[in-house]
């Protein structure tokens, strides 16, 4: 009998943070900035601060489970320990994969715009060849999707070093200026700074996607917390840097109508310039929608494991050794999104899902922790989930009210 091709562990602790700081900066940060200072103005970094400190509630809670239970389709395995429910587990695997292919098909239909500004053919051709591209970049292996998407990471961090060395006179300015970030009590100012917080929160989004390659880290009940916690300490200074960096150099105005907010920034300093950074704009793209066909394509195959009906989709190829049946899926998925459906209704639907899901992974620590106590891994307190998911669960239900308006 042939023995089954088991996924392999090639990732050590350096590229998964490369890998997790390049899911969460390649999910919106570039063409966020400039919605989030229309919105805070110079309280941009404090609404940015208490957004991490939100996202960082949750990340600590993928951090124990994932330390936990290091599997593949993680939040679906994750709910079942909890309640032990398969029906769902299985819904929560689906959300999963669903959040992923919208996330991918609506990066792909930017970037295919963004790039029709270049040259202007039918966009159904960019869609088609960005969706066939990274698809085979997925199949090829996950150590070379992961040197691929290290390549993009660095790049995407240049990008950002770039932008805060080209206008570091801000940091002057700041200190000369630090009381004005200090926000009074008036209303119509958190109002402003609540609206920060919920739009650059999503620019946090995809350190949960980490725990899906799970079964493919080295050493992954240590790695996996360390690269979770660190992927997300790094991109909040990141972020921190730059908010200061746009807020102090440029006309808020101006920043915030921008449809690359970035590269406004870089403009200053010539339009060679902004066409770099615009060009970066581009990659963070790309490798924010690789690494969900990857995430996604993990989620297929481990939901699959213990269903005969979806049992192709857990063959892994010999010579590549990733599933290349669930890669393909996922990649027509996100062809057909890309190509006939209302996207921006479901990026909409994405969020929401995204906060249902870290709603029940925080509920699903609270359960866990109470009835097993500590393990012998990553832990952290109990007040952690608690707050987690009252924080979360709270922003869905704002977020869900904003919606209906």
Same mark, same amino acid.
């Given at each position: ?6 996924? /392999? ?33 110079? #309280? ?29 389709? !993680? ?21 999963? =994969? ?17 790039? !029709?500004?270049?040259?202007?053919? &039918? ?42 060395? *080209?206008?570091? @006179? ?17 209303? @119509? ?14 620019? #946090? ?7 899906? =390659? ?15 916690? %660190?992927?997300?300490? =790094? ?11 746009? *807020?102090?150099?440029? @006309? ?20 060679? %310039?902004?066409?770099?950074?615009? %060009?970066?704009?581009?990659?963070? !793209? ?37 599933? *290349? ?22 990026? /909409? ?18 359960? =866990? ?23 979360? &669960? ?12």
């Amino acid at each position: 009998m042939k023995q089954d091709i088991e996924l /392999k562990r090639v990732i050590s602790l350096p590229f998964l943070i490369f890998y997790g700081v390049g899911t969460i900066v390649g999910g919106g940060f570039y063409a966020l900035l400039g919605e989030v200072a229309g919105a805070a103005g110079l #309280f941009t970094p404090v609404a940015l601060m208490l957004a991490t400190l939100i996202a960082l509630f949750s990340a600590l809670s993928y951090a124990e489970l994932s330390s936990r239970y290091p599997v593949s389709a !993680g939040e679906a395995y994750y709910v079942k320990e909890a309640f032990s429910n398969s029906s769902l587990s299985l819904l929560v695997g689906w959300l999963v =994969i669903f959040t992923g292919v919208v996330s991918t098909a609506t990066l792909t239909v930017a970037l295919s715009r963004f790039l !029709g500004e270049l040259l202007d053919i &039918s966009s159904i051709v960019y869609i088609v060849g960005l969706v066939i591209f990274m698809g085979l970049i997925a199949i090829w292996g996950i150590k070379e999707s992961v040197w691929f998407a290290t390549i993009l990471t660095i790049i995407e961090v240049g990008g950002l070093f770039f932008i805060i060395a *080209i206008a570091s @006179d801000s940091f002057i300015v700041l200190q000369e200026n630090y009381e004005s970030l200090i926000p009074s009590m008036n209303l @119509d100012i958190w109002q402003g700074i609540f609206m920060g917080i919920f739009l650059i929160f999503y620019a #946090f989004i995809g350190f949960e996607d980490m725990v899906n =390659i799970a079964q493919e880290v080295r050493d992954v009940k240590r790695t996996l917390p360390l690269a979770i916690i %660190s992927s997300i300490s =790094i991109t909040f200074v990141l972020y921190l840097l730059v908010s200061v960096v746009a *807020i102090f150099s440029m @006309d808020m105005e101006t920043f915030a109508s921008s449809k690359a907010p970035l590269a406004e920034i870089a403009k200053q300093n010539g339009h060679l %310039s902004y066409l770099v950074v615009w %060009s970066i704009g581009i990659l963070a !793209g790309l490798n924010g929608a690789l690494v969900q066909i990857v995430m996604a394509s993990r989620v297929l195959y481990g939901i699959s494991q213990k269903r005969k009906k979806m049992k192709i989709f857990t063959r892994v190829n010999a010579k590549t050794q990733t599933p *290349i049946y669930a890669t393909i899926l996922i990649a027509l998925i996100v062809l057909v999104l890309a190509l006939q459906f209302d996207l921006v209704f479901l990026a /909409k639907s994405t969020s929401t899902i995204i906060l249902v899901l870290f709603t029940l992974i925080n509920f699903s620590l609270i359960k =866990i922790k109470r009835r097993e106590g500590r393990h012998d891994g990553f832990n952290v307190a109990l007040w952690i989930p608690i707050l987690g998911l009252i924080s979360s &669960s709270g922003i869905l239900i704002l977020h869900v009210i904003n919606l209906s308006f």
